[in-house]
């Protein structure tokens, strides 16, 4: 990697890496929450948020249980520890938002696909942002991408047991009714 290393590469993905940090991630995330909300989708919109802070909370419990050394060598001088990948994490998580909350709602096909295939690539540069800068090692970015997956199944199945046992809660006041 040292070959591939040069002062406009370091600047471009140092601006990536700016914009696919925790903070801008959870920017964003209140960003496309808060849409939801004004649409008056407040569950998802809450559950967004939710998914997004506690997934960020769990990976700085990880970080600091874990307490891996970052690499030698760092291009721009970063502090804290390597594993897991903060700004690989939390970018997952709202690419996982954006790929199977907004996506589906969105009506042209043709935008659906764009939208995916940004995302995804976004992604994959924010990563790779973290193994070029030395911030990070490249098996600290895949486990990230695992730990925000497995984070994300964990968040969607609270999701779906709530809406089945509201549901269900709903079904019984109903009958309650009319009885």
Known sequence: MTSFVDPVRTQILSIVAFFGSPIMAIFLTILVAGAFWLYHYRQ???WIVATQ????AVALFVKDFIQRPRPTGQIIKDTGFSYPSGHTFSTAI???TILFIVVPLLKDQEVQVLVS???IIWLGVVAFSRIYLRDHYPTDVIASLLL???WWTVMRA????YQNRFANYKIKQTNKEKS
Do not use: E
Not at 53 to 56: A, E, I
């Open 94 to 96: 709202l690419v996982l």
């Open 53 to 56: 802070f506690s997934g960020d």
């Open 158 to 161: 609270a999701y779906f047991a």
């Open 117 to 119: 295939v940004l995302a």
């Open 44 to 46: 998802i919109s809450i």
């Open 148 to 150: 925000a997956l497995t």
